[in-house]
């Protein structure tokens, strides 16, 4: 196995590494050390706990392991099964120097990483991401929470883990509906921010839908690397942080009106930041031709670009107004002024979301 490369959430006290490479779940000399006492819970689901709970328990011999194995999909990231968990670790007498390790994607990283910031009002958690759009995206920033049937990730903490696992060779196992829908939110890194990694995206479509393994590792260490940034600077979404949500309040629109079982995250944020950017276009605050370049980047990818039929506008404008970023009452919107140049937009009016979302 080679060197992992290792990148870093610099928070002080509560900075964290994020190892990225081949082979890392059987490398456990290196991830046990993030782990300080004798409990360990592994939250994992169905789909994950056979292919890897094994790999990961057998790097934690001498300690006192549990798990917990949830049914699989979005539809069961809820405060029930969070509340399983808990259940799980009241069991165990897991004390405050306990670790929950999060081993699948981002729905087990997610609610596991909740349970984590609320037993004892906080322990420790790893993340072992098992998904591309856990790698890139949801293991790193310690957004932790469950969706309600009113919306998505509506209860949740900011609690962050003590360090990230990305075991690339976990991608062998995921399906390719799956991966693609990771690879949106590695558009979305290009799209609110680095116009260079948008073109090397489009140069290396074919690549990455290939799963060539350099492109596909280059592709995880540079949203890695932006995401952490970012992070960093706005570890609460005081501002820049709010831009890692573009597509994402049209997006969770869609997968809350679907019931959470139609579309994919990375789907629904596909099509999501495309309607941001029709919308921007519309308001004259950025070229057409980017919304264009972005829907060529996301069929290139096979990801989907218009509403899924039966799609209701008022539906979709409605759930839009329990998103987080609102502020008494007011939408606040992720549009772009091009590639590469995201920005947070208070004021735009239902008549214009209106119109976009009829024409998608
Ligand atoms: N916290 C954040 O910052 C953040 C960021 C982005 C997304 N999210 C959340 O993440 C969730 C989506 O995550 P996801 O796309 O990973 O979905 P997911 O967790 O549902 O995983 C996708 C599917 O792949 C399966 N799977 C996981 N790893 C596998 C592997 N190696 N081999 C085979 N199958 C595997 C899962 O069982 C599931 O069926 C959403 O709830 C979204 O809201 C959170
Ligand atoms: O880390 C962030 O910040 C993000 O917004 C990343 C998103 O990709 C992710 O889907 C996140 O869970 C959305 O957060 P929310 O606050 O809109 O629920
Ligand atoms: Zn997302």
Redesign the pocket.
Known sequence: MSEPRQLDVVLGERSYPIWIGAGLLSDSARWRRAIRGRHVLIVS?T??AP?YLDAVRHGLAGLDVVSVVLP???QH?TLAHCSVVLDALAQQKANRDACVIAL???????LAGFAAACWMRGIDFLQIP??L??QV??SV?G??GVNLPAG??LVGAFHQPRAVVIDTD??R???AR?YR??LA?VVKYGAIGDADFFAWLEQHAAALIARDSAAVAEAIARSCLHKAGVVARDEREDGERALLNFGHTFGHALETASGYGQL???EAVAIGMLLAARLSAQLGRAPAADSERLQALLQALRLPVALPPGSNAETLLRLMYLDKKNLSGQLRLILWRGLGQAEIVPDVSDVAIRQVLQQA
């Open positions: 689901n789909i994950v292919l699989d999909g979005e990231k699948g994607g981002g729905v087990v990283g997610d098992t998904t759009l856990a995206d949801s920033g957004k932790t998505k990730n976990t991608l196992s995921l399906p799956e829908s990771g939110e994919l995250h990375g």
